[in-house]
């Protein structure tokens, strides 16, 4: 029990008929090596977890209050790309100065979300969303089907 936290992304994928055949999706499904039962002609979106974390309170409190218009009701809730940009710029400059810690990206009480001190746990989270972010974002420049990210807790 406690509080988990989860970044996906969505991707579409439908195949339109008036859509050209180069950007059609081909979805291939099997089971135990062989095809599925699920009609891959009436997939619409792929999702792919992009990142989780477990317990990481400060982080979700920054969602909580700069996507979910402070509401923390374990809804999904769509993240701009800018937004992530936002929160990578913020991580960036608590691990070149920890010391803003407390002011950028401070931690928050609630039913079992953690340890609330700005200890080895806190910069771990850190250090793994900077990565994860940094590759997301840097592999977006360039791709065209960037999928929609959406940020959801449960607790």
Known sequence: ????????????VKNWKHTEDKNHHIITITK????SLIPTNRITNIVTEEITWR????????????????NDDCREYYVPEEKLAELLDIINKIIKDPSKAPKLLPTNEGFFFG????????????????????????????????GEFYYQSSW
């Open 55 to 70: 317990k990481a309170n400060a982080i979700h409190q920054w969602f909580v209050d700069n996507i979910q218009d402070k």
């Open 115 to 146: 340890d609330t001190s700005y200890g080895d746990n806190y910069f771990l989270d850190l250090e793994e969303t900077q990565k994860v972010l940094s590759v997301i974002l840097l592999s977006n420049k360039n791709e065209k089907d960037i």
């Open 1 to 12: 029990m406690g509080l988990d936290m989860y970044l996906s992304r969505k991707y579409y």
């Open 32 to 35: 135990g090596g062989k095809p």
